[in-house]
């Protein structure tokens, strides 16, 4: 089975994922579901915690990991997509774990394969996983998670993670609000948009903040990184839980000394990531 994003899962399948994931935190006595399996990570934009949580997780399942490297690849030579999934594909992997700039990649891929195809985060598109390890993060502090209150703050017109969120937001009936500049909100969506940024963290369990994805050029929608900071940036300890998919620009959407607030689950999201994609592994090999 692929997991491509959540738009595909329904809150079954997500319970079962998540329930899964607390197992494997909780004991060190598990199957290894993945022995012997090939899992190729296909990573053509850079990343420290997704790429390495993902090896990481296969790796406790017994899987072996190869890590494919488009720069060194028939790519270059000018072969295409197709043809290069195609040959990856009759060495039969169990596993691609794929990320690309291009939204929908995960999903062209998954028509080329008979492996199963991981979405780790494609264009604006989604980023399944974090989306996850979210969830377990923010089920670990509040053990119920329907009915939560949550704004996210930030890039939201270009963040994958985002709108992975807004699908389980629906999934567990969250109420759900987005802040940010004008120019970093999406139009014509029925979600709240704060008004300000007391509103936005005020009588709410999670705030999520998000990256200014200078990569994707979002930066040129703002006068400058302390001007975001000043009007957009959290500055203070608040009364919310704060989570980061990472990176973070430290003293831009968050500020240094707030990094260290017990509130903060920065840390705690990355520690739960190797359980999450763990899990999500087991589902796919199981389903």
Not at 27 to 55: C, G
Not at 199 to 206: C, E, G, H, P, T
Not at 241 to 254: K, Q, S, T
Request: hydrophobic share 40%.
């Amino acid at each position: 089975m692929h997991c491509l994003g959540l738009k595909y899962f329904n809150k079954n399948q997500v319970e079962s994922i998540l329930e899964k994931a607390v197992y494997f935190k909780s004991t060190k006595n598990y199957t290894k579901s993945l022995q012997d399996a090939i899992v190729i990570n296909m990573f053509f934009e850079n990343s420290t915690r997704t790429k390495t949580s993902f090896e990481i997780a296969a790796l406790k399942l017994g899987a072996r990991v190869v890590n494919f490297d488009y720069t060194k690849s028939s790519l270059q030579k000018g072969e295409n997509w197709i043809d290069t999934i195609t040959n990856l594909n009759a060495m039969h992997p169990d596993f691609f774990v794929i990320r690309h700039s291009y939204s929908g990649f995960a999903y062209y891929i998954s028509q080329f394969t008979q492996a199963n195809v991981i979405n780790a985060g494609d264009g604006t598109n989604e980023h399944p996983s974090q989306a996850l390890l979210d969830l377990m993060t923010m089920y670990e502090h509040k053990k119920d998670i329907e009915n939560l209150k949550v704004c996210i703050i930030g890039d939201i017109i270009n963040s994958r993670v985002a709108r992975s969120h807004m699908y389980l937001a629906k999934m567990f009936n969250w109420d759900l609000s987005f802040y940010g500049p004008s120019t970093f909100l999406p139009q014509n969506i029925d979600i709240k948009i704060e008004k300000d940024l007391n509103q936005a963290i005020s009588n709410k369990d999670f705030v999520i903040l998000l990256r200014i994805q200078l990569e994707r050029k979002s930066g040129v929608n703002i006068p400058s990184l302390g001007e975001y900071n000043k009007f957009f940036g959290i500055k203070e300890p608040i009364g919310a839980y704060i989570m980061h998919p990472g990176p973070v620009n430290r003293d831009v959407e968050l500020d240094s000394t707030v990094y260290i607030d017990r509130n903060v689950l920065i840390t705690k999201q990355v520690e739960n990531g190797v359980f999450v994609r763990m899990a999500i592994f087991d589902f796919c090999i199981s389903n």
